[in-house]
């Protein structure tokens, strides 16, 4: 029979040790599999509240297809059928200026060859076509010219990266 050998203090105490890592190391693997929707949230007077964040971004609408509508046709739509020059002789800058609205509430979508664009502006984001609504409403109440509608419009476009169209007049 082997008799057995007790270890040292020093085998002890590394032993110790070596165990508290890895049952460290195993909590920290265990707390990442914990669920992550969570959150602890500190208001503006320091109290603290756990909050469930995939419920609360649930809870919200996340779109609004009915707003979306009125505010493309019902304001869009309408502010510049009303403050853009009307007849067929203005058909082209008109033409240029709902290019460049698209442009901006697709987020850079131009047409191709064949005059598809690929995206919908109807269906953008509500913060874009809210963003929109302010150049339209800034340029009316300024009482801007087209040719600066056309221009606030692409160099707008050109900052956020989505280029100029084919047939731009700059």
Known sequence: MSKKVKPSEK?????????????????ILMEADKIKEEILQI??????ELKNE??????????DPEAKYQLYYHVISKLLQKHLPKG?????????IYEEKNAFLTRGHRK???GRRGADGRMS???????????????????GTTFELYTKLLDLNVSKGYGKPKDSIL
């Open 125 to 143: 984001y509500i913060s874009d076509i809210e963003s929109f609504i302010t150049i339209l409403t800034e340029w009316i109440t300024s009482q």
């Open 112 to 114: 191709d060859e064949k």
């Open 11 to 27: 085998e002890q105490e590394e032993l110790k040790k070596k165990l508290a890592q890895e049952v460290e190391e195993q909590s």
């Open 88 to 96: 067929k002789k203005f058909a082209k800058i008109r033409d240029l």
């Open 43 to 48: 208001d503006t007077e320091g109290n603290i």
């Open 54 to 63: 995939i419920g609360n971004l649930l809870s919200g609408q996340i779109d």
